[in-house]
């Protein structure tokens, strides 16, 4: 068997056609243009990547772009006081701080100031409890953009089986909690999980996000089942050359192509539908703020 590859570059730049024309919509029919201020302190040179891409695709889909370039020794309080400002202001609809935020910054005490109903993230403590109690919230954008993936595939999840490696609150938990929501019988793996092997074998989906390049052998993949890689990891490739490196998942890819019915190639499965999400859950957050119905299909 040959799986079908989920092309998640096509499909990211399905989603943000999809939030350009409501961004459209909402200028012409309600005079709204949805904003989305990002937050960078410091100069993380892979952060400042990610912020800018961030800018420019926002930028892209219509909506208004501010970043926040903070200096690295910003003090807790001076950031505070901008998530305040931000949090009041009534063009900005979404508000993200890169993290990883120095180490003098408690992150949670962060992220737990934002609105969380500017939170696009999903990682204030309210959208965390209210997607674990199947209420409206935020969503994350990897998970959301697996969840979307998953169900273009399959049409409906509902009764299969899925396993989730990796227990992170970015990916693994709500990962966990929207395959639950669309009804699937979700386990959660990890490190410690005694027999990961068989546990996995038993997926008609897998989910790995665990961050160790080429971690799931095909040999761990039942035939048929759908796999989701949400690792992106870089390694040393020396057939190309003295000190090359490439991307891999944390998946084998082409042993697990072998078995799967689907897969999620890296570089171009799920990553590029992180940011794509991202511009949803800020066209979301604008249309609730508007007491307007959000687009269908970019929501949990
Ligand atoms: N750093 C790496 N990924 C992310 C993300 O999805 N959101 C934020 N805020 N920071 C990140």
């Given at each position: 068997m040959s799986a079908t590859v989920i092309d998640g570059k096509a499909f990211a730049a399905t989603v943000r056609e999809k939030v350009a024309s409501h961004v459209a919509r909402l200028k012409a029919e309600h005079d709204i243009t949805p904003g989305l201020a990002v937050v960078l302190v410091g100069e993380d040179p892979a952060s400042q990547v990610y912020v800018r891409s961030k800018g420019k695709q926002t930028v892209e889909v219509g909506m208004n772009s501010v970043e926040h370039k903070l200096d690295a020794a910003t003090s807790e309080s001076d950031l505070l006081a901008l998530i305040d400002q931000l949090n009041a202001d009534?063009?900005?609809h979404g508000i993200l701080v890169q993290l990883?935020?120095?180490?003098?910054?408690n992150e949670d005490l962060v992220i737990n100031s934002i609105a969380p109903s500017k939170d696009v993230d999903g990682f204030h403590i309210s959208n965390v409890g209210l997607l674990g109690t199947g209420q409206q919230s935020m969503v994350p954008c990897t998970p959301l953009g697996c969840l979307m993936m998953l169900r273009d595939h399959h049409g409906s999840i509902s009764g299969l089986d899925a396993v989730v490696i990796g227990r992170s609150n970015i990916v693994g938990k709500p990962m966990a909690q929207l395959l639950l929501g669309d009804s699937c019988t979700v386990t959660i793996a990890h490190?410690?999980?005694?027999d990961l092997a068989e546990t996995v074998r038993r997926a008609d989906i897998v989910v790995a996000a665990v961050?160790?390049?080429?971690?799931?052998?095909?040999?761990?993949i039942k035939p048929g089942a759908t796999v989701i890689d949400v690792g992106i990891n870089r390694i040393d490739a020396p057939e190309k050359g003295p000190g090359k490196t490439r991307l891999v998942g944390d998946c084998h890819y082409e042993s697990c192509a072998a078995v799967a019915g689907a897969i999620t190639p890296?570089?171009?499965?799920v990553g590029p539908m992180t940011i794509a999400c991202l511009l949803a859950n800020t066209v979301t957050a604008c249309c609730r703020a508007n007491d307007l119905d959000p687009p269908e299909g970019l929501t949990a």
């Amino acid at each position: 068997m040959s799986a079908t590859v989920i092309d998640g570059k096509a499909f990211a730049a399905t989603v943000r056609e999809k939030v350009a024309s409501h961004v459209a919509r909402l200028k012409a029919e309600h005079d709204i243009t949805p904003g989305l201020a990002v937050v960078l302190v410091g100069e993380d040179p892979a952060s400042q990547v990610y912020v800018r891409s961030k800018g420019k695709q926002t930028v892209e889909v219509g909506m208004n772009s501010v970043e926040h370039k903070l200096d690295a020794a910003t003090s807790e309080s001076d950031l505070l006081a901008l998530i305040d400002q931000l949090n009041a202001d009534p063009t900005v609809h979404g508000i993200l701080v890169q993290l990883p935020l120095p180490d003098h910054l408690n992150e949670d005490l962060v992220i737990n100031s934002i609105a969380p109903s500017k939170d696009v993230d999903g990682f204030h403590i309210s959208n965390v409890g209210l997607l674990g109690t199947g209420q409206q919230s935020m969503v994350p954008c990897t998970p959301l953009g697996c969840l979307m993936m998953l169900r273009d595939h399959h049409g409906s999840i509902s009764g299969l089986d899925a396993v989730v490696i990796g227990r992170s609150n970015i990916v693994g938990k709500p990962m966990a909690q929207l395959l639950l929501g669309d009804s699937c019988t979700v386990t959660i793996a990890h490190s410690r999980t005694k027999d990961l092997a068989e546990t996995v074998r038993r997926a008609d989906i897998v989910v790995a996000a665990v961050g160790r390049p080429e971690m799931v052998p095909g040999d761990w993949i039942k035939p048929g089942a759908t796999v989701i890689d949400v690792g992106i990891n870089r390694i040393d490739a020396p057939e190309k050359g003295p000190g090359k490196t490439r991307l891999v998942g944390d998946c084998h890819y082409e042993s697990c192509a072998a078995v799967a019915g689907a897969i999620t190639p890296v570089p171009g499965g799920v990553g590029p539908m992180t940011i794509a999400c991202l511009l949803a859950n800020t066209v979301t957050a604008c249309c609730r703020a508007n007491d307007l119905d959000p687009p269908e299909g970019l929501t949990a």
